[in-house]
Nanobody, 127 residues
Framework: VQLVESGGGLVQAGGSLRVSCAAS????????MGWFRQAPGKEREFVAA????????YYAESVKGRFTISKDNAKNTLYLQMYSLKPEDTAEYYC?????????????????????WGQGTRVTVSS
């Protein structure tokens, strides 16, 4: 499975941005997926995740109410719509996919549950 992120860039605080993750080489519709981010000098952290069906979503407290994760199985694409961006949202954003089809576990926030990772897309929020 190959994952390629796009859509990052520079945005002012309070602005919005949507990042995308195009998947290929696997059965996208059966994968639970997530977004993680890593700021300079910090560890990678969970941002959001979505079940394989898209029926369930999970968010870090820091982004809840501001970010929305979604997946379009017809386009094999994962999205992260970000609103009300803050300077502390500045980071490299990575999409990830689990290789367990129809995952029914609970560990969406654990990066070790994800086997496939993209190369990242940089989001910079200026104050």
């Amino acid at each position: 499975v190959q994952l390629v992120e796009s859509g990052g860039g520079l945005v002012q605080a309070g602005g919005s941005l949507r990042v995308s993750c195009a998947a290929s080489g696997g059965t996208f519709s059966t994968y639970a997926m997530g977004w993680f981010r890593q700021a300079p000098g910090k560890e990678r952290e969970f941002v959001a995740a979505i079940s394989w069906s898209g029926d369930s979503t999970y968010y870090a407290e820091s982004v809840k109410g501001r970010f929305t994760i979604s997946k379009d199985n017809a386009k094999n694409t994962l999205y992260l719509q970000m609103y009300s961006l803050k300077p502390e949202d500045t980071a490299e954003y990575y999409c990830a996919a689990m290789d367990t089809p129809y995952y029914t576990g609970i560990y969406y926030r654990d990066s070790h549950e994800y086997q496939y990772w993209g190369q990242g897309t940089r989001v910079t929020v200026s104050s």
